[in-house]
């Protein structure tokens, strides 16, 4: 499913900040005695210094046009102990896209980094493949391994490959799209995968449909189903041939929803459907990703089944992938040589000049003739900045935004002007307004944005293949479990409806796997056929093993229980099982630990005290 919030702009913060994006700064930090303070401070003021900053034992002023060098000659005074560049601190995102131009260069999109994919190499010589229930998948697109995709036709959509909206061909991209350079990497770069084309940009489908592309999914391969649709009501039929899918060793993964509600999607609600959610980039839950109670039957009757709600979640919010060539609107912007975040507002073109800052742009000013002008928000329309900007002689507009975050804007419907304009967050401002030059580009792109649950889905198809391609001996209800069993908990402590057990994480998975084996140690959790959950029972002991301190911790309970040392969350594992808390051989103190039921975290154990 996808939200209709297709963003024309690479919203991508890098997480290392480059130095020479900011060369052009004139602030620096003075310290310097408090009792002597004042002196310095009317020496600064002399010089034609503001003062930022008054703080104990320094100051902040900025020298407009000097450089430190020229700073430290002027402040040549005995009070003074350091002069030093006040570095710039921004706000930054967990997880985030690479900057730059998909066009010539290739993107990292942060759910890779966030589910740990760029940590796992995808065997190519296993015989993994994911088959994609969805719009088609275009092959103008060259950012796949087109020799290893197969498809099947349909006299209803027609060809597989030639796409019925670009839906398709961005789930595939997250998926699959290869590591080759250029564009977008997927999960599992380069997998083999199947297309089914079930719906059009103008269309739909039945369950019947579904039912069918599954069995189509089973004669071309397939080993994993990706499914970023669904709807309301059960069907019988459907449902029996995904259980025959899973049955004969395959997973299937399907959207949870994007209406932001407790309602249950299919088919992503049947239990053999790994329903899944979708996060943002600081692992929060996406506002619009649904959350079905896991719940079955009414009253005393009722029973737990995580098999019918959110089972994990992967990152699903502006989401950058691949498109039907020339389908997306995408903006890049590039100031002094280094990518920025940006969001394209209106009039294509490339251009690269000089940068002028022009203030609010309330009046034409003849100094940006020729140059790109960096414009305050404020005051006026965007559409009147940027016609001020055109009618002085610039060639390209950047709206600065005046609140934190991305500036996303358009120029209204009776745009006069031909420049291109692009907005940029509060966080560049100084950058671009110290700048000496920069370069817009917005236009057609095969690149773009997506945001849902049918975005989050595909990254957990990528990485359940990633995984699998490492261990083609598992089943893909082994995988389904490892990829749970290991999921980064997030939210409230344990599973809950929004996140099921939490993000997905490739490498831990395969650890979990390589430690464990395929049957693994750590079932899903079920709840009691009859009667309440008891608080688990949990026994400690200390003893030395292979040169190490070890408490050997057992739970005595129904279900899965998180272990706790000292109040702090150090593990989740399966009831009556042995979990070793190690430690080195010099290690001593007083711990204390105890249990709790991994769904209803308020029934825990006593706490127990180990020494040693």
């Given at each position: 499913m996808k939200v209709t919030k297709i963003a024309s702009a690479i919203a991508a913060l890098s997480l290392g900040m480059a130095t020479n994006l900011y060369a052009q700064d004139s602030r620096y930090v003075i310290q310097v005695d408090n009792a002597n303070k004042g002196i310095v401070k009317a020496l600064a003021a002399q010089m034609g210094a503001d003062i930022n900053v008054d703080g104990d034992g320094f100051i902040a002023a900025t020298f407009e046009g000097k450089d430190l060098s020229e700073v430290k000659g002027l402040?040549?005074?005995?009070?003074?102990?350091?002069?030093?560049?006040?570095?710039?601190?921004?706000?930054?995102?967990?997880?985030?896209?690479?900057?730059?131009?998909?066009?010539?260069?290739?993107?990292?999109?942060y759910a890779v980094y966030q589910s740990q994919a760029n940590q796992l190499m995808f065997n190519a010589n296993s015989d993994i493949k994911v088959c994609v229930i969805d719009s088609g998948l275009d092959r103008s697109n060259s950012d796949f391994n087109w020799n290893a995709i197969t498809g099947s036709d349909d006299p209803g959509t027609g060809a597989w490959d030639v796409n019925g909206g670009p839906h398709g061909t961005h789930v595939a991209g997250t998926i699959g799209a290869a590591d080759n350079g250029y564009g977008v990497v997927g999960m599992a770069p380069g997998v083999p995968m199947h297309i089914v084309k079930v719906f059009t940009a103008s269309g739909w489908a039945y369950s019947s449909d579904l039912a069918y592309a599954?069995?189509?999914c089973a004669q071309g391969g397939a080993n994993i189903i990706n499914m970023s649709l669904g709807g309301g009501g059960a069907n019988n039929t459907e449902s029996n041939a995904f259980a025959n899918f899973v049955a004969d060793g395959g997973l299937i993964v399907a959207a949870a929803g994007n209406d932001g509600n407790s309602a249950r999607s299919y088919p992503a609600g049947y239990p053999s459907v790994m329903m899944i959610g979708a996060n943002d980039a600081d692992n929060n839950i996406a506002e619009f990703s649904q959350f079905p109670s896991c719940s079955s039957g009414r009253g005393k009757r009722a029973t737990f089944d995580e098999t019918i709600c959110v089972e994990a979640?992967?990152?699903?919010?502006?989401?950058?992938?691949?498109?039907?060539?020339?389908?997306?609107?995408?903006?890049?912007?590039?100031?002094?040589?280094?990518?920025?975040?940006?969001?394209?507002?209106?009039?294509?073109?490339?251009?690269?000049?000089?940068?002028?800052?022009?203030?609010?742009?309330?009046?034409?000013?003849?100094?940006?003739?020729?140059?790109?002008?960096?414009?305050?928000?404020?005051?006026?329309?965007?559409?009147?900045?940027?016609?001020?900007c055109e009618n002085s002689g610039g060639v390209g507009a950047i709206i600065v935004n005046n609140v934190e975050g991305m500036l996303y804007g358009t120029l209204g419907d009776a745009n006069a002007t031909?420049?291109?304009?692009?907005?940029?967050?509060?966080?560049?401002?100084?950058?671009?307004?110290?700048?000496?030059?920069?370069?817009?580009?917005?236009?057609?792109?095969?690149?773009?944005?997506?945001?849902g649950t049918s975005m989050a889905t595909p990254a957990v198809a990528g990485i359940a293949a990633l995984v699998w391609s490492n261990f083609p001996e598992c089943t893909g209800e082994e995988i389904r479990a490892a990829l749970k069993a290991t999921a980064l908990d997030?939210?409230?402590?344990?599973?809950?409806?929004?996140?099921?057990?939490?993000?997905?994480?490739?490498?831990?998975?395969?650890?979990?796997?390589?430690?464990?084996?395929?049957?693994?140690?750590?079932?899903?959790?079920?709840?009691?056929?009859?009667g309440e959950p008891t608080p688990p029972e949990l026994t400690a002991s200390h003893a030395m093993m292979k040169g190490k301190n070890v408490v050997e911790l057992v739970a005595a309970a129904s279900r899965d229980v998180n272990l706790y040392r000292n109040g702090t969350f150090i593990a989740k594992v399966a009831p009556n099982t042995v979990y070793g808390d190690k430690f080195n051989r010099n290690a001593s103190g007083t711990f204390t630990y105890q249990a709790c039921d991994s769904i209803d975290t308020s029934l825990c154990s006593e706490v127990i005290t180990i020494s040693f």
């Amino acid at each position: 499913m996808k939200v209709t919030k297709i963003a024309s702009a690479i919203a991508a913060l890098s997480l290392g900040m480059a130095t020479n994006l900011y060369a052009q700064d004139s602030r620096y930090v003075i310290q310097v005695d408090n009792a002597n303070k004042g002196i310095v401070k009317a020496l600064a003021a002399q010089m034609g210094a503001d003062i930022n900053v008054d703080g104990d034992g320094f100051i902040a002023a900025t020298f407009e046009g000097k450089d430190l060098s020229e700073v430290k000659g002027l402040l040549n005074n005995p009070h003074i102990k350091l002069v030093e560049l006040d570095q710039r601190r921004s706000a930054m995102a967990l997880f985030n896209d690479d900057a730059g131009n998909p066009t010539n260069q290739q993107l990292t999109p942060y759910a890779v980094y966030q589910s740990q994919a760029n940590q796992l190499m995808f065997n190519a010589n296993s015989d993994i493949k994911v088959c994609v229930i969805d719009s088609g998948l275009d092959r103008s697109n060259s950012d796949f391994n087109w020799n290893a995709i197969t498809g099947s036709d349909d006299p209803g959509t027609g060809a597989w490959d030639v796409n019925g909206g670009p839906h398709g061909t961005h789930v595939a991209g997250t998926i699959g799209a290869a590591d080759n350079g250029y564009g977008v990497v997927g999960m599992a770069p380069g997998v083999p995968m199947h297309i089914v084309k079930v719906f059009t940009a103008s269309g739909w489908a039945y369950s019947s449909d579904l039912a069918y592309a599954t069995q189509q999914c089973a004669q071309g391969g397939a080993n994993i189903i990706n499914m970023s649709l669904g709807g309301g009501g059960a069907n019988n039929t459907e449902s029996n041939a995904f259980a025959n899918f899973v049955a004969d060793g395959g997973l299937i993964v399907a959207a949870a929803g994007n209406d932001g509600n407790s309602a249950r999607s299919y088919p992503a609600g049947y239990p053999s459907v790994m329903m899944i959610g979708a996060n943002d980039a600081d692992n929060n839950i996406a506002e619009f990703s649904q959350f079905p109670s896991c719940s079955s039957g009414r009253g005393k009757r009722a029973t737990f089944d995580e098999t019918i709600c959110v089972e994990a979640t992967a990152g699903g919010v502006q989401t950058l992938s691949t498109y039907p060539a020339g389908m997306a609107s995408l903006s890049a912007l590039t100031v002094d040589g280094t990518a920025i975040p940006t969001s394209g507002m209106e009039n294509t073109g490339n251009i690269t000049a000089n940068t002028y800052f022009m203030g609010t742009a309330e009046i034409p000013d003849s100094n940006a003739a020729g140059k790109i002008c960096v414009i305050d928000r404020g005051n006026i329309s965007f559409h009147d900045k940027v016609l001020n900007c055109e009618n002085s002689g610039g060639v390209g507009a950047i709206i600065v935004n005046n609140v934190e975050g991305m500036l996303y804007g358009t120029l209204g419907d009776a745009n006069a002007t031909s420049i291109p304009a692009a907005g940029a967050a509060l966080a560049q401002r100084d950058a671009l307004v110290g700048s000496i030059s920069a370069s817009i580009s917005i236009g057609a792109s095969d690149y773009g944005y997506m945001s849902g649950t049918s975005m989050a889905t595909p990254a957990v198809a990528g990485i359940a293949a990633l995984v699998w391609s490492n261990f083609p001996e598992c089943t893909g209800e082994e995988i389904r479990a490892a990829l749970k069993a290991t999921a980064l908990d997030s939210g409230a402590q344990g599973h809950d409806v929004y996140f099921g057990y939490g993000i997905v994480q490739a490498n831990d998975a395969s650890n979990y796997l390589t430690a464990n084996g395929c049957q693994g140690t750590t079932p899903p959790p079920t709840e009691p056929p009859t009667g309440e959950p008891t608080p688990p029972e949990l026994t400690a002991s200390h003893a030395m093993m292979k040169g190490k301190n070890v408490v050997e911790l057992v739970a005595a309970a129904s279900r899965d229980v998180n272990l706790y040392r000292n109040g702090t969350f150090i593990a989740k594992v399966a009831p009556n099982t042995v979990y070793g808390d190690k430690f080195n051989r010099n290690a001593s103190g007083t711990f204390t630990y105890q249990a709790c039921d991994s769904i209803d975290t308020s029934l825990c154990s006593e706490v127990i005290t180990i020494s040693f």
